[in-house]
Nanobody, 114 residues
Framework: VQLQASGGGLVQAGGSLRLSCVAS????????MGWYRQAPGNQRELVAD???????NYADSVKGRFTISRENARNTVYLQMNSLKPEDTAVYYC?????????WGEGTQVTVSS
């Protein structure tokens, strides 16, 4: 599975961005897709994910502001980020997993200025 993320950038506090992650390769057996982020000096943390056939999960810090969605026909997962805060600044990574393991895309930088 290969993951290609896009959509990061620089935005002012209160603004919005949408991240996209396109998956390619062997999609059979994928259980979930989602987004993690890592700020300097911090550990990588879950932002939001979709468990296929079950539902979505969000970090408490983004509930009500971020929305994760999936477009099956394009093997794409989106992260709509609204009301962005400076503390959302991080490198965002797309993630997928199946029984064979975890897959990561290259990160995309999100910078929120105050």
């Amino acid at each position: 599975v290969q993951l290609q993320a896009s959509g990061g950038g620089l935005v002012q506090a209160g603004g919005s961005l949408r991240l996209s992650c396109v998956a390619s390769g062997t999609m059979f057996g994928i259980n979930a897709m989602g987004w993690y982020r890592q700020a300097p000096g911090n550990q990588r943390e879950l932002v939001a994910d979709i468990i296929f056939g079950e539902g979505t999960n969000y970090a408490d810090s983004v509930k009500g502001r971020f929305t994760i969605s999936r477009e099956n026909a394009r093997n794409t997962v989106y992260l709509q980020m609204n009301s962005l805060k400076p503390e959302d600044t991080a490198v965002y990574y797309c993630h997928a997993d199946n029984l064979l393991g975890d897959y990561w895309g290259e990160g995309t930088q999100v910078t929120v200025s105050s």
